[in-house]
């Protein structure tokens, strides 16, 4: 986009009445309203200097460029570039057409374009997403084939500011699209200088692997939050790991299969085609040429296994598993609790569903999921685990309609105890009784206060008693509400609003109070809350999970390049979570990475491993 030369005060208005609009830009032009007297301009024109254009809503003629790319699927179109590029490094010299059928045009043809300026938001206006300028509604003239295309603008590790992007404007909500951009200083504001232009990155490493659409992410920046197994490392809300990159291509993977690759994988040699911006990452390179794949062997991690004295308990979300999924999942499931977790002697699941899964017919029970998984535990030379849980209300604890999720625990009896104490059910809270020093449960299983409203449409802690070596320990598994509704961080709010922190924060403080409750009869007591937390380590989740020293998160005692559990966006990340008592001193803490990274995964999750003496 265009010039560090400040607009006047009647551009802002054209931002603010697109903002208003929706960032849609007003009605399209009709080929009457394009070719009655709008005057030429040039794609830099068009782009200006902030993220929504100047001249969004405004009928243009005669846009003149090379074509750099098109796409036939999804969001049908072409990309055209200016050759002849102005001295502001603020304008984009590229522009996306859109031409909603399968564009006529091929790459090298030089077009003379008639349209609307648009500016659209993908994911829609209540996604906070910044908007994609464009035409739409185009009239396309084709003036010669076969030029050259623009050089690409090579995007260097030093290119990409350190800095992620400047705050909001306070009067405008928080938004930076009426900002004018500063390329050399923000890193959203140098890819939005880019927008629509034809890129180039040099080899780079994959941070987050190809996913069931054809997409993967690399960072440009290979020094940059670093982890030993190629990953890079989220570390704080002003942590945002500037060099990574969404990277698709545009030839349909039917003719041009895409790269299989796991973190740590690197795609070598150039890679070279527009930089777009979509819902599912933001600024996405879409490759017309795809540097070449190469596999660096990242092996699934194995955890070890816990003495004869110790107690081992995990967590681990098996990613909406129920009777209906093929036995493949369930074995491989199976394999990694026995072979990758050494067959801990507890394991906390987290979305197990209903015994026919997301089938909506009023089933809540889910013995049947339960047994296929154990079954399976066993074939793969495992313990023979038994389990407790609370089925859930019909449809009351979020998740897929229908499949009922809830948390289980699998025990192994040769090892450990449950204390069954009966009346425990879905509306019910259990509750902590006994004397100084002696700690129980009064439901065992229950669930922790299900009448709060922090637990609406939620999954419910559930709360375990069990004796190990003659000792009490209480174990809350935990699946919190979901990040659904959070603007991402390339929102053209900034910071973005995380609207779904606040419901998390409430299940924080509940399941901390009655951690409280139990500490007040035994403050040594052996407690363990863990789960799919859905938060940050250094979120206000975790800041309420352990107010008052109540519970230590123990992911805090690796090295922050060995904190994460999930991988998102390329950003490796923390959501699932084992936080201790302070009676629970000494303990090994394993995030056991056999999923997030990979691009074959029997769930998106990596499983917790903590291993303790009681």
């Known amino acids: 986009m265009s010039s560090s030369i400040p607009r006047s005060a009647a551009v802002a208005a054209v931002v603010s009445a697109a903002l208003a609009a929706g960032l849609l830009g007003g009605a399209s032009a009709s080929a009457d309203d394009v070719t009655s007297g709008a005057a030429p301009v040039r794609i830099h024109d068009i782009q200006g ?24 699927y999804g969001s049908r179109g072409f990309w055209m570039q200016d050759p002849q590029a102005d001295d502001n490094p603020a304008t984009s010299e590229g522009i996306f057409v859109f031409t909603s059928s399968v564009p006529t045009v091929a790459v090298g043809d ?11 938001v993908p994911g829609g206006l209540t996604s906070g997403n910044q908007s994609l300028t464009q035409i739409s509604k185009p009239v396309v003239t084709v003036l010669s084939k076969g030029n050259e295309v623009p050089a690409p603008v090579t995007i260097w590790p030093w290119s990409v500011p350190s800095a992620y992007t400047p705050e909001g404007d306070p009067a405008a909500g928080g938004s930076i699209n009426g900002l004018t951009l500063e390329p050399k200083k923000y890193a959203l504001d140098y890819y939005e200088s880019l927008e629509g232009t034809n890129v180039r ?9 190809t996913d069931p659409y054809s997409e993967l992410w690399v960072s440009v920046k290979p020094f940059e939050n670093p982890n030993l197994r190629g990953g890079t490392v989220y570390g704080s809300y002003d942590s945002q790991n500037t060099g990574r990159l969404q990277i698709q291509q545009l030839a349909p993977i039917a003719q041009q299969p895409f790269p299989k690759a796991n973190v740590g994988d690197w795609l070598v040699g150039p890679t070279e085609g527009p930089l777009d911006f979509n819902q599912f990452g933001g600024y996405t390179l879409v490759a017309n040429t795809l540097g070449k794949h190469v596999g660096l062997g990242l092996k699934r991690e194995v955890t070890q296994k816990q003495h004869k004295n110790e107690l081992a308990v995990a967590t681990y979300n098996v990613e909406n598993l129920d009777p209906t999924d093929p036995q493949e999942k369930f074995d491989a499931l199976a394999k990694a609790v026995v072979e990758n977790l050494a067959s801990p002697d507890i394991v906390a699941l987290e979305e197990i569903q209903d015994d026919n899964g997301a089938k909506n017919d009023g089933t809540v029970t889910a013995g049947e999921t339960v047994k296929k998984f154990t079954d399976a535990i066993v074939a793969a030379g495992g313990p023979a685990y038994e389990w407790r849980s609370v089925d859930p209300q019909n449809n009351k604890d979020g998740g897929e309609p229908g499949g009922n999720i809830r948390q289980v625990f699998l025990f192994n009896p040769e090892r450990v105890s449950f204390v069954d104490r ?16 002696d700690t129980h449960l009064t439901l065992s299983p229950g669930r922790i206060d299900p009448a709060n409203t922090a637990w ?21 598994a935990n699946h919190f509400g979901s990040k659904g509704g959070d603007e991402s961080i390339v929102s053209h709010h900034q910071p973005p609003t995380r609207s779904s922190e606040a419901k998390r924060l409430l299940q924080g403080q509940a399941v901390n109070a009655f951690v409280k409750d139990v500490l007040a009869l035994d403050k040594q007591a052996d407690v363990l809350v863990l789960g799919d937390i859905n938060d940050f380590e250094f979120s206000g989740t975790t800041k309420a999970l352990t107010d008052g020293g109540a519970l230590y998160p123990a992911i805090t005692s690796l ?6 559990s999930y991988v998102y966006q ?14 629970v001193r000494h303990f090994a803490y394993d995030s056991v990475h056999i999923n997030a990274e990979f691009a074959d995964q029997n769930s998106d999750h990596d499983p917790q491993v903590l291993r303790f003496r009681p």
């Open 570 to 583: 390329g950003n490796s990340q923390v959501l699932d979570q084992i936080l201790t008592s302070p009676g």
């Open 422 to 437: 009966a009346g425990g059910d879905a509306t019910t809270a259990t509750g902590v009784t006994g004397t100084k020093g």
């Open 110 to 120: 030089a077009v003379s374009v008639n349209g609307s300026v648009t500016e659209y």
């Open 49 to 72: 200097t902030t993220r929504v254009s100047p001249l969004a809503g405004k009928p243009v003629a005669g846009v003149t460029g090379i074509v750099t790319g098109v796409r036939t």
């Open 456 to 476: 609406e449409n939620s999954r419910k802690p559930l709360a375990g008693e069990f004796t190990f070596r003659g000792r009490t320990v209480i174990v809350v």
């Open 201 to 209: 990155i040099g080899s780079s490493r994959v941070v987050g692997a």
């Open 559 to 564: 090295p922050r390049s060995e904190r994460y």
